[in-house]
């Protein structure tokens, strides 16, 4: 996901952004939740971060995305100048009320939480590197991958059926790190 701008320390804060307002979002989620990169509208030349929430009766939902390479949110206009504003916890808050899920207390010992505290450590400590963070073998993703199996989730586990349940986090096109949902 290169940068479709001349400005890559912008797309990589908006990146960081992403994860944190996700860390914070999911934090607040006491049902079955998955974190995708989506690339609609198709050809454009960027992702977005997305939410996807399973229902009690197996079907997935969409609840919301982040442009991470330009400006808004499917929920919020602005979303990244809201998040300076008024911090990465009250937009989450305010992206759960808009897509019609509400927990207003954080739920304790929440995987995906763990996995995007994760992140947004991984990214504070590589904030100033040309980093990575996305799909493995997503487009614009490392090269050089690390020797590790991917992961296969039969098809009603997964939500999404363009990238699998790994997070490749890298750095000038080498993979340093891989996590699993």
């Given at each position: 996901?290169?940068p ?28 079955d ?10 050809g ?40 300076d ?97």
């Open positions: 996901m290169p479709r701008d001349d400005n890559p320390a912008q797309f990589r804060e908006n990146v960081y952004k992403s994860w944190l307002v996700m860390s914070h979002v999911v934090r607040h989620l006491d049902r939740c998955f974190i995708v990169h989506t690339d609609t509208p198709e454009v030349g960027y992702d977005n971060l997305a939410l996807v929430i399973r229902h009690s009766d197996g079907t997935f939902d969409l609840k919301f995305s982040m442009n991470r390479n330009g400006f808004n949110s499917t929920v919020i206009r602005g979303i990244w100048e809201q998040v504003q008024r911090g990465a916890e009250s937009v989450a808050l305010e992206l759960l009320r808009g897509c019609g899920v509400s927990n207003p207390e954080p739920v304790e010992d929440n995987r995906v939480s763990a996995l995007c505290d994760e992140v947004v450590a991984w990214i504070q400590d590589h904030h100033d590197q040309d980093f990575y963070v996305g799909p493995v073998r997503w487009w614009g993703s490392c090269q050089e991958l690390l020797d590790i199996s991917m992961e296969r989730y039969p098809n009603d586990d997964w939500p999404y059926d363009r990238h699998g349940p790994e997070i490749s986090l890298g750095n000038r096109g080498l993979e340093q790190l891989r996590l699993k949902f």
